[in-house]
């Protein structure tokens, strides 16, 4: 009997252990996704380039973007150039550490944009799923990220009297 409670604590370890593990990497991944969204709203392109890999492949709007070079060149650069009174983040963040290696993860979350650009207001939102792998120093990188936009619903009409 001592050696099936052997087994038994054992087994209990690990399944404590990995719980522990998942909810480190999971509030990790969440101070990550705040620490992007600092750079974001900064317009910061150099502290943005921390968080991508170099082979990043960004779906957005239709289109793809291959590459941290082609994405803040071709798309986010020119953007964040334009955007005026930006503000930006993620809500309801879900990440899921994805194997025991502590390696590879995903995250869905919602988004949310304000901006103007010229005389247009922005006020948008949408979906992301994010592909995240650490890299050779330990650090989350972003490999892929997919996002779908919603237009948000105007603002209901005044009552009629």
């Known amino acids: 009997m001592s050696g099936f409670r052997t087994v038994l604590v054992a087994l209990a370890a690990a399944v404590l252990g990995g719980t522990v593990q998942a909810a480190d990497e999971a509030a990790e991944i969440r101070t990550f996704l ?3 969204d600092r750079a974001f709203v900064a317009k910061d392109l150099d502290r943005l380039a921390a968080f991508y890999y170099p082979e990043v492949t960004i779906f957005e709007g239709g289109g793809i973007n291959r590459g941290w070079a082609d994405y803040r060149d071709n798309h986010l650069g020119p953007e964040l150039t334009e955007f005026e ?3 930006f983040g993620h809500r309801d963040v879900r990440p899921t550490p994805l194997g ?3 390696r590879v ?3 869905t979350s919602e988004y949310y944009l304000k901006a103007r650009v010229k005389d247009r207001e922005i006020d948008a939102a949408g979906l992301e799923t994010l592909l995240l792998v650490r890299d050779d120093k330990g650090a989350w990188k972003i490999r892929h990220s997919h996002t779908s936009s919603r237009r948000k619903a105007p603002a209901s009409p005044a009552p009629q009297k």
């Open 34 to 36: 705040e620490a992007y």
């Open 85 to 87: 009174g930006l503000e």
């Open 100 to 102: 025991s290696g502590g």
């Open 105 to 107: 993860a995903y995250v």
